[in-house]
C-alpha cells in the first residue's frame, strides 16, 4: 500500500476519476461527501460514503451537517422513504396503541391534507419552512372547493405530524430533529362556547322533551355534564340509585359504521353524582325499558346488565340518533301555539349549560373539571374563561362586603 493510500485511507483508488477533495468528490453527475462515523457498538471509526447531490456546494453543506451530528453522535444513515411511506408504517404501528376513532381521524387528516401535499418528499429532506407552506396553504385553499381550513383544523394537523416527526427522531432515528418544532402555524384562538341556554330555556326543553322515551338521557346530559358518547355506553350495574351516582367507565362511538366501545377521553373512569330528581328520572326510565322489555318478549335484543339507553328493542342507541332528535324535539316546542320557542342549541351545549351554570354559582373549578371528565383543571379553565371572567369582576366588591360587614 503506497503512502498516498495510507495518508488518505477515505479516498477510492479510482485512477483518472475525480479527485476527493475535503470529503467531497462528484461521482458521474451527481456529488458526494465521505465522512469517519464511529460505531457505538463496537467503537470502531469507518468511512460513510453519501452521495445523490446535485452540486459541489450541497455535498458540502451536507458534509458538515453530517460532520456536527457525527461528532455528537447522532449521525444517521440517509434513507430514501418519503413522508407518505413513513406516515403509513407510523399509523399501522399505532393501530393497536390509540383508540380506533383516533386512529381514523389521523387516517382522515393524513390522506386529506398531509399526503398530496408533502407525502411524495423525502422524509429526511423535510424542512420547517416546508411545514410552515403547508400549513398556509391549508389555511388558505386546502378545504373544500378551495376554501381555507379553520385553525383549530390545520392544529389538528399539526398534532399529528408533530407526534409522528417525533417517533422518527426518537423511535425509528430517521431523522435528527422534528421540522414540526420550528414550523409557523396560524394563531389559534381557543374558542368559547357560544352563548348557551339559560337555566330556565334548559327547563322548558326537558318539560317539553318529557313524552319521548329517551327524555331521561337529556335530562342526565344536562345534570352531570357527561359526554354523549359515555352516557351512551353507560350500563345498569354501572348506576348507583342508592347512592345516587353513576360511574362513567368508558365511551362508545362509530367508526366506519361500527360502533366501537372504549375509554373516556381522558382516559380515566369518574363517578359522578346525582341529585335525588335526577335518581327518579332514571327510575321512571327504568320502568320504562322494562315494559319495553316485557312487550317485546322473545325479540327483546337487550342484555341482562345492558345499556341504560336502548331503542324499544334492547339495542344500543346510535350516537346520531339522540343528537338529531334534540334538533326535532327543539323544532315541536317552537312550532308550538303560544310558547316562547328556545334558540337552536346542540346537544353538546348541554354539557355547557351544565359546566356555566356551576362555574357562576361559585363551585370550585376543580370539581367541576372533576364532574366534566377534564383530565386537568386548567382545560376547564380555558374553556369557560367568560365565567371565571365574570366572577373575578365581582370579586372585589364580594371582598369589600365581607370585609365590611365584619367591622
Known amino acids: 500500500m503506497t503512502k498516498t493510500a495510507l495518508a488518505n485511507p477515505e479516498e477510492p483508488r479510482r485512477p483518472g476519476k475525480s479527485k476527493l477533495r475535503d470529503g467531497v468528490m462528484k461521482r458521474g453527475k451527481t456529488w458526494s461527501y465521505v465522512i469517519r462515523v464511529t460505531d457505538p457498538e463496537t467503537g470502531i471509526s469507518k468511512p460513510k460514503w453519501v452521495g445523490g447531490f446535485p452540486t459541489e456546494d450541497a455535498a458540502k453543506e451536507a458534509r458538515d451537517e453530517a460532520r456536527v451530528r457525527a461528532r455528537r453522535g447522532e449521525y444517521i444513515d440517509r434513507n430514501a422513504i418519503t413522508v407518505g411511506e413513513y406516515l403509513d408504517e407510523w399509523l399501522d404501528a399505532h393501530a393497536v396503541e390509540i383508540k380506533p376513532?383516533?386512529?381514523?381521524?389521523y387516517r382522515y387528516l393524513i390522506d386529506r391534507h398531509v399526503r398530496p401535499n408533502i407525502g411524495g418528499l423525502r422524509l429526511q429532506a423535510v424542512r420547517p419552512g416546508q411545514i410552515t407552506k403547508l400549513y398556509r396553504d391549508l389555511v388558505t385553499v386546502g378545504g373544500r372547493k378551495g376554501a381555507g381550513l379553520s385553525p383549530r383544523t390545520v392544529a389538528h394537523v399539526h398534532s399529528v405530524l408533530r407526534k409522528a416527526f417525533g417517533d422518527a427522531v426518537r423511535v425509528d432515528e430517521l431523522i435528527a430533529s422534528n421540522p414540526t418544532e420550528r414550523a409557523k402555524r396560524p394563531r389559534l384562538h381557543h374558542?368559547?362556547?357560544g352563548k348557551v341556554w339559560t337555566p330556565a330555556q334548559l327547563r322548558v326543553f326537558l318539560a317539553s322533551a318529557e313524552g319521548h322515551r329517551l327524555s331521561a338521557f337529556f335530562h342526565l346530559a344536562a345534570y352531570t355534564g357527561a359526554r354523549r358518547g359515555e352516557l351512551l355506553n353507560l350500563r345498569w350495574p354501572d348506576?348507583?340509585?342508592?347512592?345516587a351516582s353513576i360511574h362513567i367507565k368508558?365511551?362508545?362511538?362509530?367508526?366506519?359504521g361500527e360502533r366501537i366501545e372504549g375509554t373516556t377521553k381522558s382516559g380515566r373512569s369518574r363517578v359522578v353524582s346525582l341529585d335525588p330528581g335526577t335518581v327518579d328520572v332514571l327510575k321512571a326510565h327504568r320502568k320504562r325499558q322494562l315494559a319495553d322489555k316485557l312487550k317485546a318478549g322473545e325479540f327483546w335484543k337487550g342484555t341482562e346488565d345492558g345499556h341504560v339507553f336502548t331503542t324499544g328493542w334492547g339495542e344500543p342507541v346510535h350516537p346520531d340518533t339522540v343528537s338529531s332528535l334534540m334538533a326535532t324535539l327543539i323544532k315541536e316546542h317552537n312550532a308550538a301555539d303560544g310558547v316562547a320557542p328556545l334558540p337552536h342549541a346542540r346537544l353538546h351545549d348541554l354539557r355547557h349549560v351544565h359546566a356555566t351554570t356551576l362555574l357562576l354559582a361559585g363551585v370550585p373549578v376543580h370539581v367541576v373539571a372533576a364532574r366534566l371528565g377534564h383530565a386537568d383543571p386548567a382545560i376547564t379553565l380555558r374553556v369557560y374563561a367568560h365565567v371565571v371572567s365574570e366572577q373575578l369582576a365581582e370579586a372585589a366588591t364580594i371582598f369589600a362586603d365581607r370585609i365590611g360587614g365584619a367591622a
Open 191 to 193: 374558542g368559547e362556547p
Open 250 to 256: 368508558g365511551s362508545v362511538g362509530f367508526v366506519a
Open 239 to 243: 348506576v348507583d340509585l342508592d347512592g
Open 101 to 105: 376513532k383516533t386512529l381514523a381521524n
